[in-house]
């Protein structure tokens, strides 16, 4: 069994150029629950004027209905995201920072020492405050700005986000710049690290069309929670070229095939994914949408 966390909602939608009304995000986030997505990354508690299309946070998080069986998260990489998220229902905070100097200046406006300070911080408050944590690490598999990320900064990253008080962390390769020979070579690391008993996540864009690749790379290393975006939907204003996520019926088709569960109805995400297609008014990368389950 895997375990699927569902982005599209926040990094599928937040590089879309046509801005989505927070009643189709609600109606969205409905549909990858029926659908049996347990497990979703519903918003970011961003700067507005920066991510127009995640200035409704709050009022998506009101409309949702409240489900003890489904996790909604919310992405921050501030403290000032955190007093956003403290005022809303969200279960758990996403706390994200890159890996990368050159990358975390330019999205946080922060070197990665400085972010991981006020996150600690952020942390700590938001657990107190009866939240959930997990620490989301981009530009794990390199920077486009600064190139390789030596794994050492992601490990010393991990670590500090781990002592704070996060239960779990993601590693994101936010360019689409991993192979899958580095996904294991990092997982070894993580595992060398900090055992087995680390909950490991894994966040890839299909940017070179190594997606899929790479999570089955996770997957045989041992980890079993991936991100991924209905339809293929994704990307991220400040990374160039950085196109979508791992598309989720693409993936859950290829686990599907290989006798692995998911707990998702793959015909019925076909739907939403297609459903999504028609509302945002241009074509969508999900490839199973278009070919049909085999
Ligand atoms: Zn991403």
């Not at 229902?89 to 999205?107: I, M, P």
């Not at 408050?125 to 600064?146: E, H, N, R, W």
């Not at 707990?263 to 199973?288: S, V």
């Amino acid at each position: 069994m895997i375990e699927i966390c569902e982005v599209g909602p926040r990094d599928g939608l937040q590089n879309e150029k046509k801005l989505v009304s927070t009643e189709t995000k609600v109606e969205l986030i409905q549909k990858l629950i029926s659908n049996g997505i347990k497990n979703i990354e519903v918003t970011s508690f961003v700067n507005p004027k920066v991510v127009p299309q995640m200035a409704d946070a709050e009022e998506v998080l009101n409309r949702l209905p409240n489900r003890e069986d489904v996790r909604y998260g919310g992405l921050i990489l501030s403290y000032s995201g955190l007093e956003r998220a403290l005022r809303t229902s969200v279960d758990f905070l996403h706390v994200t920072t890159a890996t990368s100097d050159a990358f975390n200046l330019k999205n946080a406006k922060r070197t990665v020492n400085q972010s991981l300070d006020e996150l600690t911080r952020a942390v700590q408050d938001g657990i107190q405050a009866g939240k959930g944590a997990s620490g989301v690490l981009g530009t794990a598999f390199g920077c486009p700005y600064a190139g390789d990320v030596p794994v050492d900064d992601v490990l010393r990253a991990a670590e500090s986000l781990l002592k704070a008080g996060c239960s779990e962390i993601t590693l994101a390769d936010t360019t689409g710049m991993a192979n899958p020979a580095q996904v294991k070579s990092v997982i070894a690391s993580f595992i060398a690290a900090f055992g087995d008993d680390l909950s490991l996540g894994l966040h890839f864009h299909n940017t070179r069309g190594l997606g899929l690749a790479n999570t089955l790379a996770g997957y045989e290393s041992g980890v079993r929670r991936f991100d991924s975006s209905i339809a293929g939907l994704g990307g991220c204003p400040f990374a160039p070229k950085a196109v979508g996520n791992v598309c989720t019926e693409d993936m859950v088709n290829m686990f599907y095939g290989m006798g692995i569960q998911t707990g998702t109805d793959l015909a019925q995400l076909i739907e939403t994914a297609k459903w999504l297609e028609e509302y945002m008014e241009r074509p969508l990368d999900g490839m199973l949408m278009k070919a049909g389950i085999a």
